[in-house]
Structure formats: structure tokens, C-alpha cells
């Protein structure tokens, strides 16, 4: 087991992803763009990397989970990034949600450099990341991914190995792709249990005991019901995460159609303010649009 990790990246998801690894007794050194972010996890214990090349320096495993693909490609590769501090035989694992060709791209550097890289997307929220309980799917060499398991459960219960590099953005951009759809049907039902003058939450509960139940309609449903958006995870992310999926189609030669309806309705949701909000809001998109 690798005992010393580095964690960058310490938004929402990160800090207590980053917390666990620090309670499960492992020696992590962290670094935030946004210095303020790590006050919690030092005092926690963590130690303070003062850039990304110095987290990747003194660490087997360094773990990567920001917003874009441009801010992996800016942490992993830029002068005083990941890739100038890695030593050989060391791993890379970015946990972010970006493209699977970009993903490649860095994967290739760092190969270049003799360093190991997985991508290790999650699903869960930021309830899944508080509670340890996140799926991961995971793309790269499967003896790197047995290295890396015993640090990938501390953080999540369904951690699946998908198969080579860039296979986990796939895996993900399927996720992204089947909860867009189930958001969209739970939005549409609900709001048609209303217009046709029938309690929504009391349609809620019945769909919940049949073939439609989902943790969609039973999470995201009720945030429905009580038009509660405060965040989990912002809708600007999840429509980054939807170009992430139209892009993937467009280079595998797959129409996907019921994913091009949802990519343009978030992006009609973030045209209206609701970059903010929790992704569930699309709720009031279909509101609007039913009047």
C-alpha cells in the first residue's frame, strides 16, 4: 500500500474525499487553487503543498479532481504542474469528469515521463463523497488499478475497473448521459401529475413501489417537489459534463438523441441563471415550459 497520497483539487467533492484519506492514516499532502480550502484538512492533519509539482514530489499516488478539462490539463501539465514533479513508477490518478481524449493526451505525457495514470471518475454527489460511498469507474492498466484499489475504497463502494486509459470518461459520460434522460423523465412526470390536477407527491410515491423507481425519483424527486436547488452539484458542471458526452458520440459515430434534448435544455437552464443551482432544477425549466 502506498502511504503517502497528494490531493488537488478541494471543492465540494475533493475536501471530504481528501478527509478520508487523512482518517484512514494515510500521509497526504494537498493543494487548492484557492488556498483558504486546505485550513480544514491541515488542521486535520494533511500536510500543504505549495504548487502541484511540489504535491506530485513527495508522493506514490497523487490525485487529481477539478472542474474541466482545461483546469486537469493546466494542474497535470502546465510548468509548475503534476508531470514536473512526478517521479517515475509513481501514479497519476485524475478523478475529475473531462474528455476521454483528452485524458489519453495527458496519459500520454505522462507515460512519456514513466509515470502511471488512471482516470477514475465518480458518480454520488456530494453526499457520496461525505459519506465514502461514491462509484468509481476506472480506466488504465489493471495492475495499476489493484495498486491503487485499497486507496479508491476509502472513498467509494461500487468501484468497477472499465478497462484501458480513457476507459472510465467513457464509462462516466454514460452516467451523465442515463441520469440527464432519468431527470428529464422525473421532471416531465411530475409536472404532468400536476397540470392534470394530480398530487405529485402522492405520484411520487406510487412510482416509487413500480419499475420507475430510480434514486433519481427518490433523491431528485423530492428536491422537486420542495423546490429545493441549492446545490449537491451545480448545473454549470453537469452541462459541462453534457458537452463531455456530445463531444464523446461525435467521435465514436453515435447519434444520441435523447442526450442532444438534455444538452440543450441545460444549456436553456444555464441561459436563464441557473448555472448555480443544483442540476435537479431542470425541474423548472419543464415547469416554465408547461406553463
Known sequence: MADRIGFIGLGIMGRPMAKHLIEAGYEVTVWNRTASKTADLVKAGARLGSSPKDVASRSEITITIVADTPDVRQVILAPDGVIEGATPGTVVVDMSTISPIATREIADALSRRRVETLDAPVSGGQKGAIEGTLSIMVGGQPEVFERVLPVFQKLGRNIVHVGGSGAGQVAKACNQLVLSLTLLGVAEALTLARKAGVDPAKVRAALLGGFAQSR?????????????????????????????????GRASGMPLLGAGLTAQLYQMAMSRGLADMDYSALARMIADLAG
Open 216 to 248: 433519481v425519483l427518490e433523491m431528485h424527486g423530492q428536491r422537486m417537489l420542495d423546490g429545493n436547488f441549492e446545490p449537491g452539484f451545480r448545473t454549470r458542471l453537469f452541462h459541462k459534463d453534457m458537452g463531455i458526452v456530445m463531444e464523446t
